[in-house]
């Protein structure tokens, strides 16, 4: 047999072993989707139709760069929408990835409790956001929000620290020198705005012999509601020095001010 028709025959019969393989694994070992657990096949990478179509709602449509929540780029006046221009933040803008709703919100619910696996699906979305941000270029230092090490040791992971091992940038490194040093409740367990920033002060402080000063710093986080722990951590930074402070999060909750 001449060799590219040989060539040609091994190539043929590797392809239609791959496919049966593939089909002997669909069968025997059903893909599920990481959201809502139903069968899917392998075309459908991690997620059903169903939670695919979610999240691409969930992703699209235009946000404030000031406070994350929804609002069109023709209703911001110097940067701000109506919802926030009243409000006062100590970081200095926001990259999203969506909003807290429908597949996202099930997907970061998980990946909160006992799914770390998780974070592969989570991080192209936040590492997007990143980079679509106006503040993308500027980053020098990635920070990912802490836990209290008593809840991070009975989670096993930090799950803002997981998203920002992912991310990908130039230059821009990791740094772990903010730290949780106060246990505080979970946000979610506390009703108000100006609770929840009672909840945080005070919580955050900065290691010895930190980078923070003169640069400019990202925060990452997997949900932002009022803002509370994000302004806390941001002030913290900036009394250490650091010249301007942004926030990445994986979704923006409560969209309406309150």
Known sequence: MEAPRFHLVIGQA?????????????????????????????????????????????????????????ASRYGLIAGACGACRAEEFHFDGIARAGVYAEALQRMILAFKHDHSELASALAPLADAALQGSNFYSDIELIVPVPLHWSRRISRGYNQSHLIARRLHHPH???????????????????????????NVAGAFVVRDGHE???????????????????????????????????????AVAGQKAV
Request: aromatic share 4%; proline share 4%.
């Open 212 to 250: 923070f000063t003169g640069r400019t710093v990202c925060l990452i986080d997997d949900i932002k509601t009022s803002g509370a722990t994000l302004n806390e951590c941001a002030g913290t930074l900036k009394e250490a020095g650091a010249a301007r402070v942004y926030a990445m999060v994986l």
């Open 172 to 198: 821009a490194r990791v740094n772990t020198d903010l730290v949780r040093i106060r246990r505080t409740r979970p946000q979610p367990q506390v009703a108000t705005p100006a609770a929840r920033a009672r």
């Open 14 to 70: 590797r392809q239609r072993a791959v496919l049966a393989w593939r089909g002997l694994n669909q069968l025997l070992w059903p893909g599920r989707c990481d959201v809502c657990d139903e069968g899917i096949c392998d075309a459908d990478g991690r997620l059903c139709r169903r939670c695919w179509n979610e999240l691409l709602t969930c992703t699209a449509g235009d946000y404030c760069p000031r406070c994350g929540r929804d």
